[in-house]
T-cell receptor, first 119, second 113 residues
Framework: EPEVTQTPSHQVTQMGQEVILRCVPI?????FYWYRQILGQKVEFLVS????????KSEIFDDQFSVERPDGSNFTLKIRSTKLEDSAMYFC?????????????????FGPGTRLLVL | AQSVAQPEDQVNVAEGNPLTVKCTYS??????LFWYVQYPNRGLQFLLK??????LVKGSYGFEAEFNKSQTSFHLKKPSALVSDSALYVC???????????FGIGTKLQVIP
């Protein structure tokens, strides 16, 4: 069964450093998402991406964050200058559609996550 | 704004007994409702969803959920719990036309042998 994969599984970085989290979505999916989960808190939406542009983003997704689909398979989340409060588990997800014409195809499938620790 | 409430931090049930994990939601618009299960250090695994139609939705591993519009609830159920069902169960909602999914805090299900 196809699945979303994420690398690395764990990343430790110093405050102020840039990090790039990588995801390989399910191959026939067209919509891509990033979520984060701070320890002990709920999963929070960051951004959705379709057709090489951001389609929705939350208030968390400020100028320090960016997303990119650099090739036909990868989807990345970059944090330019990490802060202590960026420490969290970051989940990538993908879906075939976003609901629209066929909401039954819009289930978001999640990767295993990258645990980011900012020191 | 959309929100999800899972009123129980933990639910304990004996193996073989029926289980219910509660979820209520608040949205402006038509809700699309989901249940995910999360194991330690792993991502969210999709269990089932309600989009439209029959209020009783059947999903993976024998789980089902009942959509109740008047009570704005989407409780997860299983007729007979297994020890292997022990995990964190997370309810989520999306509004039609939007992509953002809002998650609940999760309910830890402990099935006791």
């Amino acid at each position: 069964e196809p699945e979303v994969t994420q690398t690395p599984s764990h990343q430790v970085t110093q405050m102020g450093q840039e990090v790039i989290l990588r995801c390989v979505p399910i191959s026939n999916h067209l919509y891509f998402y990033w979520y984060r989960q701070i320890l002990g808190q709920k999963v929070e939406f960051l951004v959705s991406f379709y057709n090489n542009e951001i389609s929705e983003k939350s208030e968390i997704f400020d100028d320090q964050f960016s997303v990119e689909r650099p090739d036909g398979s990868n989807f990345t989340l970059k944090i330019r200058s990490t802060k202590l409060e960026d420490s969290a588990m970051y989940f990538c997800a993908s879906s075939q559609t976003s609901g629209g014409a066929n909401p039954y195809q819009e289930t978001q499938y999640f990767g295993p996550g990258t645990r980011l620790l900012v020191l | 704004a959309q929100s999800v409430a899972q009123p129980e931090d933990q639910v304990n049930v004996a193996e073989g007994n029926p289980l219910t994990v509660k979820c209520t939601y608040s949205v402006s618009g038509n809700p699309y409702l989901f249940w995910y299960v999360q194991y330690p250090n792993r991502g969210l695994q999709f269990l089932l969803k309600y989009i439209t139609g029959d209020n009783l939705v059947k999903g993976s591993y024998g789980f089902e959920a009942e959509f109740n519009k008047s009570q704005t609830s989407f409780h997860l159920k299983k007729p007979s719990a297994l020890v292997s069902d022990s995990a964190l169960y997370v309810c989520a909602v999306r509004v039609g036309g939007y992509q953002k999914v809002t998650f609940g805090i999760g309910t830890k299900l402990q099935v006791i042998p």
